[in-house]
């Protein structure tokens, strides 16, 4: 599958289980890829979406070793997971076909880094310009951000995270 899963809460084993990383060459991040290319929203995998069900059965108030037992008793080579998001979180998708879920507000730094995406930092207060980024907005439109200072925006569609060479 190319992810990896861990507890929402180490406090509370039933807050439910959520995708923690993807790696960049898996199953998910490769889909991820051609969903976002054809702007199909539909079916994209999330660093932090909440597992929701596995093969049909709701597992959200179900332990960590609950729901990899379904998923490994599982029945073939195809797992089903049903995935929840946070309402009103904003997807933001980057080059290496792995899509981070977070709250408008959010570091972009911290979301760069969830999504191991390869980003040269150097001053860390946005005054160099070194690991400045371009998005693409919903409406087809486009900016420059520097990912250690920026902060993700509150909209309703993915943001496409793009290297930039404005200062290369």
Same mark, same amino acid.
């Given at each position: 599958m190319?992810?990896?899963?861990?507890?929402?809460?180490?406090?509370?084993? %039933?807050?439910?289980?959520c995708?923690?990383?993807?790696?960049q060459?898996?199953?998910?991040?490769?889909?991820?890829?051609?969903k976002?290319?054809?702007?199909?929203?539909?079916?994209?995998? &999330?660093?932090?979406?909440i597992i929701?069900?596995?093969d049909?059965?709701n &597992?959200q108030?179900?332990? +960590?070793?609950?729901?990899?037992?379904?998923?490994?008793?599982?029945?073939g080579?195809?797992?089903?997971?049903t995935?929840?998001?946070?309402?009103?979180?904003?997807?933001?998708?980057?080059?290496?076909?792995?899509c981070? $879920? &977070?709250r408008?507000g959010?570091s +972009?730094?911290?979301?760069?880094?969830?999504?191991?995406?390869?980003?040269?930092?150097s001053?860390? $207060?946005?005054s160099?310009?070194?690991?400045?980024?371009?998005?693409?907005?919903e409406d087809?439109?486009?900016? %420059?951000i520097?990912?250690c200072?920026?902060?993700?925006?509150?909209?309703?569609?993915?943001? %496409?995270? +793009?290297p930039?060479?404005? +200062?290369?």
């Amino acid at each position: 599958m190319g992810i990896v899963l861990s507890e929402v809460s180490e406090v509370d084993p %039933f807050a439910g289980i959520c995708i923690s990383s993807i790696d960049q060459h898996g199953a998910a991040a490769g889909s991820n890829s051609k969903k976002l290319a054809i702007q199909d929203n539909g079916g994209i995998v &999330c660093i932090n979406d909440i597992i929701v069900s596995v093969d049909g059965h709701n &597992c959200q108030n179900e332990t +960590f070793e609950e729901v990899m037992g379904r998923i490994i008793q599982a029945d073939g080579e195809n797992v089903a997971l049903t995935l929840g998001r946070e309402e009103d979180n904003v997807i933001v998708s980057w080059l290496n076909g792995i899509c981070v $879920s &977070c709250r408008p507000g959010d570091s +972009f730094g911290a979301v760069a880094y969830a999504a191991q995406a390869d980003i040269q930092y150097s001053c860390s $207060s946005g005054s160099c310009g070194t690991c400045e980024q371009q998005i693409l907005s919903e409406d087809g439109s486009s900016r %420059f951000i520097r990912p250690c200072v920026a902060r993700v925006p509150k909209v309703t569609k993915p943001i %496409f995270v +793009f290297p930039s060479d404005r +200062f290369s």
